[in-house]
């Protein structure tokens, strides 16, 4: 079942942390600071690649579990001030139980029924999150304060939180590509590919399509937490429906059950909008949006397999190969 | 209200004294902090250039024909202001990132005209630790200028809501003393900003608001609130809306044979963009404030500061429209920035928030009577305005300026 | 009481009828092309600036509207060929993700052309108002149905009764097949997509004058208009309409008369009404269950 030798996989994503890791060293506050919002998005969008690229579910709900993880991690840390892997934790678990009932429609609905109910659950959150502000803090927001680096580590706020960032991006690709490998991940693509095949084979799809939910929400929701702790600020108006149908995005240029994409779509939808805005602040949008329909014209299942394509090589080193 | 400026201002100092001794070697010379230069004064800011919020943008457009005036005058003593912005998209958490940016890759001297409430308090405590000048918000939220511990290094630019809703609510009480008043607000900061004030001024000068309506500014249409607000059977509609949501009411009211007395919020008292397209038939008679010179009003075309409004915006934004009174908002503040940096008595921050915090200035673009009053006892520049009333085509100004005492 | 639960019927159906308007485009367009457009508002309300920017040049509102809607069908038909046809083949995450992107560009395009402000449209039926007793319906409201429920039973007629409607379906439904009977799939691609256009820019000459026009226009409508197709079945023109009015009509009469939800958790109404009927009918109140082939 392997299409790639396992140490090979290890050297590369080890040499890859360590890479990124080593930025925190070079790198100023300001750019550490947008590549832990990467890494924040990249957490999600392996989340929601489970749940769209290998379980085959359409979810437009993964801006709200990132929501609901970075409201967790804000109001956790602003009310008890509990560590960073406690928090971060607690925000996966809460945000994974609501992502387990969230998925109970996906077990009666498909296409874009099941769609515009998750992108309903999206767009439930900043009207809740106002009204509940007791909680939330409301339309003023959370703020999250400073961060208290662990004295000896001698590294400043932005360096601790990109190092967090990139280890749990890290952490979680590997996790997720585990998944994909393993018998669970195998019964997601083979509901994925045929649901009644699937059933066939004794796949149980209840567990399978909400542990999938489940799943993409505890990775949205750590996420979150990241984002929370990196921005130091929640408010309703940075979780708009819109979020959901950018994480979306980041699955299908990174590549749609490809895990390590994850990386790539995480870095397009943080860094691509800001070149975009440089071009003309005023026609930000249009050039991302531009962007957008290049890519998915260009690279429709993702720049890897656009690259092994043009080596023309049917190559083991990245993908099985795939029958249309 | 309890300022407790000078424990504030002795710990901005000492924030400043820290940021310094941590920061980077000064390479520039005798400028102790960046930004300056004997030729430049760099300065920031984040702007909805984007977004569902876009129209809000105009407010640069004005900031920015002002600071390209005072350039091709020769600048701020001999310095030429360079005024560096990006988007927002009126995403709090995008401030945040373009503050850093300004900051750290830009190396701007100060931040100005940042907009929004969320948006500025999302920055507050980078900016306090950095110890940033967050000059002249394009936010009227009361918390910046009274909580001074926490926002030292922050002044407001615009008039606080605060004094909009004491104001709204003496006027109610002086010509019908027993309405029965009826609120639409939007649900956020800015709307609620305006609402808390407006409930603690009504029970002081003992009104009833018998009706308040909240919207989510991401809705289509506020009709049904407003369908709900004249069932109460209030005869005083208070409209703390933005443009679009204050034009849809007026319209609404208007078909539904609703004729109350009615209160708009300032920033959509715009003849163009809400009272036109509402119908002037319908909105004869509202109420609102202003703290401004109305350049749409043909009666004001005369006056000298309006005229130079109006030819700068022609020669450094050409395809803007002067009529919008945000553009008017930036190009006043950006006058008000222009006084502070002319009031340093030496080029650093400290310098700058201490010509910021004392200053009394008449600035052109305001209603005579409107001044810009600091001191470091009170952070709040704008504490007058005046209420006007539409009639036929035009606002006009209703007696002498107010002073409300804040609720 | 009576007189309020009149007034909030009447407002109910209002907000409704503006859902349909937009539904009915999505749901034609998913008839002829399978596909979902989110950018379906968006181009809409390109083309109702196009509309305005005609009737500002000097032409009048109903040569202005003709205009319009012809550029209308022209701009959907061109989307479809440029951009959407070249990646239909990858399947539908590539075509969903193509439509993100032209919401984009259509969304940030009509501000950069024509200002951020907020500004009036003309009303294709005057500011007349209807008294009800104490209630109030704006002929308006009352015009919006009439257009909308006329345009959708158009096109229902041309797609279920004509040859051209025929084809439209049988492409959508399979296009190789149908091609393969002599059907030319990439027209009636582009038709449907044209037609869709123009039943959008309908919707926002019909919306604006009472939601004015800026840049936002759909951008609020958009959800609702979703959750009202999915309600009536993404197949079913009757059911954009059904579904409009339906979500209109729930989602005013809970914030009037339930405290709990208000105005501001309003939209919380349609989505769980939604949700609880998709639960009962997977695919809608007039949907057809899908065959699963295995």
């Avoid at chain 1, 649901?195 to 939910?213: H, Y």
């Avoid at chain 1, 943080?270 to 991302?288: I, M, R, S, T």
Wanted: net charge positive.
């Amino acid at each position: 079942m392997n299409d790639r030798p396992d140490a090979l996989r290890w050297l590369l994503t080890a040499t890859l942390t360590a890479v990124m890791l080593s930025g925190a060293a070079v790198l100023g506050s300001f750019h550490l600071g947008q590549l832990t919002v990467a890494a924040a998005y990249c957490i999600a969008i392996v989340g929601l690649n489970v749940v769209v690229g290998i379980a085959g579910q359409v979810s437009l709900a993964q801006g709200a579990f990132f929501a609901i993880g970075a409201y967790a991690t804000a109001i956790l840390r602003v009310r008890y001030d509990l560590p960073f892997p406690v928090v971060l934790l607690a925000a996966g678990v809460v945000t994974s139980l609501i992502g387990f009932v969230a998925g109970l429609p996906a077990l009666r609905l498909r296409g874009h029924y099941l769609a515009i109910v998750t992108l309903g659950l999206s767009v439930a959150v900043a009207p809740v999150a106002n009204r509940w502000s007791s909680l939330t803090g409301g339309g003023a927001g959370l703020n999250l304060g400073q961060v208290h680096v662990p004295a000896g580590l001698g590294l400043s706020p932005e360096q601790y939180l990109y190092a967090w960032g990139v280890l749990l991006a890290a952490a979680a690709v590997i996790i997720a590509s585990r998944v994909a490998r393993s018998p669970l991940g195998i019964a997601m693509s083979a509901v994925r590919d045929n649901e009644i095949a699937a059933m066939g084979m004794g796949v149980d799809l209840r567990w399978v399509k909400t542990g999938a939910f489940a799943a993409s929400a505890f990775f949205g929701g750590v996420g979150g937490g990241v984002f929370a702790l990196s921005v130091g600020f929640v408010a309703p108006e940075n979780f708009l429906p819109m979020l959901s149908l950018l994480l979306l995005v980041g699955v299908i240029i990174g590549g749609s059950g490809f895990i390590p994409g994850s990386i790539l779509g995480a870095l397009f939808v943080q860094f691509v909008p800001d070149y975009a805005a440089a071009l003309d602040k005023h026609l930000g949008g249009v050039f991302f949006g531009v962007a957008i329909i290049i890519f998915i014209r260009f690279m429709p299942e993702g720049p890897l397999r656009a690259l092994s394509a043009l080596l023309g090589t049917r190559n083991r080193l990245f993908f099985k190969r795939r029958s249309t | 209200m309890n300022w407790r400026i000078s424990k504030a201002f002795a710990g901005a100092i000492a924030s400043v004294a820290v940021a310094l001794a941590h920061g980077p070697a000064a390479a520039q010379g005798s400028y102790k902090d960046p930004g300056i230069s004997d030729t430049q004064i760099k300065l920031g800011g984040s702007y909805p250039f984007s977004g569902p919020g876009s129209a809000y943008g105009a407010v640069h457009d004005g900031a920015k024909a002002y600071f390209d005036l005072v350039n091709s005058r020769g600048g701020v003593k001999g310095r030429k202001i360079a005024f560096t912005v990006l988007d927002d998209a009126y995403q709090p958490a995008k401030v945040v990132s373009n503050v850093r940016q300004l900051v750290e890759q830009d190396k701007v001297f100060a931040l100005f005209n940042i907009g929004g409430t969320a948006h500025n308090l999302a920055v507050a405590d980078y900016v306090l630790r950095n110890g940033i000048p967050h000059l002249y918000l394009n936010t009227g939220a009361i918390v910046f200028a009274q909580d001074r511990q926490r926002f030292p290094w922050t002044l407001i630019g615009i008039p606080a809501y605060a004094t909009e809703s004491a104001a709204f609510a003496r006027y109610i009480k002086q010509t019908r003393p027993n309405a029965k008043v009826a609120v639409l607000y939007q649900n956020d900061p800015f709307g609620q900003d305006l609402l808390e004030p407006f409930e603690r001024a009504a029970k002081r000068e003992n009104l009833q608001i018998i009706a308040k309506e909240p919207y989510n500014a991401t809705e289509p249409s506020v009709d049904s609130q407003v369908s709900k607000l004249a069932r109460s059977g209030a005869d005083v509609f208070v409209s703390f809306t933005i443009p679009k949501f204050a034009a849809q009411a007026i319209r609404k009211a208007a078909e539904l044979n609703w004729k109350p007395m009615q209160l708009l919020t300032s920033v959509s008292a715009s003849t163009d963009m809400v009272l036109k397209p509402a119908g002037l038939a319908a909105s004869q008679g509202i109420i609102s404030t202003a703290f401004l010179k109305d350049p749409s009003d043909p009666e004001s075309a005369n006056d000298p500061a309006v005229k130079e409004y109006v030819a700068a915006l022609k020669q450094f934004v050409p395809n803007a429209n002067p009529a919008d009174p945000l553009r008017a908002r930036g190009y006043a503040l950006a006058q008000v920035m222009v006084k502070a940096l002319e009031g340093m008595k030496s080029p650093t921050r400290v310098a700058l928030m201490q010509a910021a915090m004392n200053m009394d200035a008449d600035v052109p673009m305001l209603l005579p009577g409107i001044r810009i009053q600091t001191s470091p006892n009170d952070a709040l520049p704008m504490k007058a305005l005046y209420m006007e009333r539409l009639e036929g085509e035009r606002w006009v100004i209703m007696g002498k300026p107010l002073s409300p005492s804040l609720p | 009481m009576l007189e309020g639960l009149l007034q909030v019927i009447i407002d109910g159906c209002a907000s409704g009828t503006i859902y349909a308007a937009l539904a009915l485009a999505l749901s034609l367009v998913y008839k002829s092309s399978g596909v979902v457009n989110f950018a379906q508002g968006e181009m809409g309300m390109f083309c109702t600036f196009i509309t305005w920017w005609l009737n500002q040049q000097g032409l009048g509102l109903l040569a202005a509207i003709a205009g319009g809607l012809v550029i209308a069908f022209l701009v959907g038909a061109m989307v479809e060929r440029l951009f959407i046809r070249p990646v239909a083949r990858f399947g539908e995450f590539p075509v969903v993700l193509t439509t993100l992107g032209l919401f984009l560009v259509f969304n940030e395009l009509a501000p950069w052309l024509w200002g951020a402000e907020n500004r009036a449209f003309p009303s294709l039926f005057g500011n007349g108002v209807l008294a009800i007793g104490a209630a109030r319906l704006s002929a308006e409201s009352v015009g919006t149905l009439l257009v909308m429920v006329a345009a959708g039973s158009l096109f229902f007629i041309v797609l279920h009764k004509t040859k051209l409607g025929l084809g439209m379906r049988a492409t959508a439904a399979n296009a190789m097949s149908s091609s393969l009977s002599g059907v030319p799939a990439p027209r009636m691609f582009m038709l449907g997509w044209g037609f869709a256009t123009v039943l959008a820019t309908l919707a926002g000459v019909l919306i604006a004058p009472r939601l004015f026009l800026d840049s936002s226009l759909m951008l609020g409508v958009i959800i609702y208009a979703f959750a009202a197709a999915a309600l009536g079945g993404f197949a079913s023109l009757l059911g954009a309409v059904v579904g409009g009015l339906v979500i209109g009509l729930a989602e005013t009469i809970a914030s009037n008369y339930v405290d709990f939800i208000g105005s501001d958790l309003k939209i919380l109404v349609p989505l769980t009404i939604l949700l609880v009927v998709l639960i009962f009918r997977p695919t809608g109140l007039f949907g057809k269950s899908a065959e699963r082939a295995v």
